[in-house]
Every structure is written in structure tokens, then in C-alpha cells.
């Protein structure tokens, strides 16, 4: 149990990890073009993870992972 405001005025309520974690989400910067090109990698990896890898689709997920990141980065 919280022990009692000596003072009766409502306490500030704390940071969050959550709050903290957006407020730097919305400082971020742009990659440069390794840091998109790395992003994109890691994002077709896991579409074609989705498909359990399943052969002859890469293209395919790579061009996916591009629009996905760069709609995300323009929504910056």
C-alpha cells in the first residue's frame, strides 16, 4: 500500500518505459542508406519467416520490406 501525501497535493505521476520509449521514437532521425538497407533486410526476413522460407519468393519479400519501411519512414 502507498503510504499517504503528507502534503495532500496528488503525486506527479512517473516516466513511463512506454512514454519514454515513443517520446524517443518521435526524436529519431533518418537512417542513412546502410541503416535503411539493414532495416529492410531485417523486415524480409521476417515475411519470408512467415512463409516458412518457402523458396522463390524473395524478390518478392524484398520489395515488401521496402514499401513497408519506407512508408514508415515517411510517416516520420
Known amino acids: 500500500m502507498a503510504k499517504p501525501n503528507p502534503k495532500g497535493r496528488a503525486k506527479k505521476p512517473r516516466k513511463t518505459l512506454a512514454s519514454s520509449t515513443a517520446k524517443r521514437a518521435k526524436q529519431m532521425v ?12 531485417e523486415a524480409a526476413y521476417y515475411i519470408a519467416e512467415e512463409r516458412n522460407f ?23
Not at 524478390?59 to 512508408?71: F, G, P, S
Open 30 to 41: 533518418r537512417p542513412d542508406a546502410a541503416g535503411r538497407q539493414q532495416m529492410i533486410a
Open 54 to 76: 518457402t523458396a522463390g519468393n524473395e524478390v518478392a519479400d524484398w520489395l515488401q520490406a521496402e514499401r513497408d519501411i519506407d512508408a514508415r519512414l515517411a510517416a516520420q
